[in-house]
């Protein structure tokens, strides 16, 4: 029965006892959810909350407190912290002249604001956002990140979340703390500056616009590995959007710098890196040529032979065949590093995800890259290991390209190609018949018996 025991203490004519009941209710609520609704059922938290304004900056710390450890557990609980007019006071304490005061109510708006776009929208409505940018010009870094991380967390849910943010002039005031030397509040300023850009075209291009090119390349060279993966983040995010917003990202040297992050760094830091390239490569000839000329592709193999991790191998097989997809010439450098046979090992393996078999077989990677892929040296390989589904596309390189050129005719025979191509059982009349009448009718009759 100790909740109701403090509760009474909460009214003591003592503040030292009214702050320190309040900090013991807080570690028990912080403590789990169980105890966090035990909290609120006694009906605690109007009275926590009724005195605040005119509490001294002790007590209102340890309010923020109870009222962040009980709205983090989950949205029923954020939702009974806002129902009891937790909101209203936060906001008064974000005007309190004490970082620490402050500190505390930014903290306990990020819990709420995290869960669901509608709380976050509670904590729009009670006017926290321009409070909260006041917060990160603030000199304290304490309160600059967690005020930071706050603002993350409401743009994260919508694009007219985030635009409330960006109207209220964070965007500007981020960009200038990219380069502040303390890690863990460049970690919230780059998380911050990805959740608002990843939303639209809009809202990335008023990020890039604050000149955080080629400041934000820096991050990738940090030596917290958080702030490299958040570095990558924001460059995928903006990345994905346009054509344009690529090249951008290629005319600062993004590029280059992605591919050195990637090769230095190992598991789930590497992750955004790879889809930034992706994404890169994706949207053009053009720019997934930068991404060839850049030595992008070995690094993309090191990850699809090396991480054990089922996502980040698919990650780094979708990315290949974004840049495999375009033209001959693309699917060709992606051929000659050897990722053919990985990729097919990879669909073959039983040990292999689903996820991971469909980005590597034939309807992602494997497929977009053999359908392209002219370069008949690296497809030799395959016809002897890969199952039917793979086998019509190599056959189908061959027969395009055995017709037109007779020194690759004669290799075909000596390697044992054609006769691979003898021993397939393919159905009469289906595609894959045809493709092999098509290389048998390349050679003589008594060659192909």
Known sequence: GVV????????????????????????????????????????????LIYSLPEENRYYKKTAAFVLRAIAKHSPQLAQAVIQCGA??????????????VKEGASWAFGYIARHSPELSQAVVDAGAVPLLVLCIQEPEIALKRIATSTLSDISKHSPELAQTVVDAGAIAHLAQMILNPDAK??????????????????????????????????????????VKKNGATLIREIAKHTPELSQLIVNSGGVAAVIDCIGSCRGTVRLPGIMALGYVAAHSENLSMAVI????????????????????????????????????????????????????????????????????????????ILQKCTYLPALEPLLHEAPPSIMKHIIGQFSKVLPHDSKARRLFVTTGGLKKVQEIKAEPGSLLQEYINTINNCYPEEIVR
Not at 17 to 37: H, K, N, P, W
Not at 333 to 345: E, G, I, W
Request: aromatic share 4%; net charge negative; hydrophobic share 50%.
């Open 185 to 226: 509040l460049k970690r919230q300023v780059l998380s911050a500056l990805s959740q608002i850009a990843k939303h639209s075209v809009d809202l990335a291009e008023l990020v890039v616009e604050a000149e955080i090119f080629p400041v934000v390349l820096t991050c990738l060279k940090d030596s917290d590995e958080y």
């Open 293 to 368: 000329v850049s030595k992008g592709i070995p690094p993309l193999c090191v990850c699809l032979m090396e991480e054990h991790e089922d996502h980040i191998k698919a990650a780094a097989a979708w990315a290949l065949g974004q840049i495999g997809r375009h033209t001959a010439e693309h699917a060709r450098h992606v051929a000659v590093a050897n990722v053919l046979p990985t990729l097919l090992d990879i669909f073959v393996d039983t040990r292999s995800s689903e996820d991971l078999k469909m980005k590597a077989s034939r309807f992602k990677a494997l497929k977009s």
């Open 87 to 100: 909101l209203e006071m936060l906001v008064i304490c974000l005007e309190d002249f004490d970082p620490g």
């Open 4 to 47: 109701c025991l403090l509760r009474s203490l909460l009214l003591d004519v003592v503040p030292s006892i009214r702050q320190t009941s309040a900090l013991a209710l807080g570690r028990l609520a912080d403590y789990d959810v169980e105890l966090a609704e035990a909290v609120v059922k006694a009906g605690i938290l109007p009275q």
